[in-house]
């Protein structure tokens, strides 16, 4: 008996456009998709809701680009420091 892993498993919805996770198999998007995410960095990415998209262009396709979505690291809000320091 094999158990596959569904397709949603290795992706993620992002503004309504499904993402892959995997970085050695990235979503082929339409540079038109990306821009209604946000203009990339200068290192390719783009930080949007709790991922980091990572963008490589096409080699031979000036309109098409390869995206992978990881999630971030949650990066503690100043007073969530303060509040969790242990009183002894």
């Not at 503004?15 to 998007?29: A, D, E, I, Q």
């Not at 946000?38 to 031979?60: E, H, Q, R, S």
């Not at 971030?72 to 969530?80: F, G, M």
């Amino acid at each position: 008996m094999s158990v596959r892993r569904s397709e949603e498993d290795f992706h993620v919805f992002v503004k309504g456009t499904m993402v892959s996770t995997l970085r050695m198999y990235p979503s082929t998007l339409h540079v038109s998709v990306v821009k209604s995410f946000g203009l990339p960095n200068a290192a390719n990415k783009i930080m949007i809701n709790d991922y980091t998209l990572n963008l490589t262009y096409d080699k031979f396709d000036d309109s098409i680009v390869h995206v992978w979505a990881q999630p971030r690291a949650h990066s503690p809000t100043p007073w969530e420091r303060a509040s969790s320091c242990g009183v002894s």
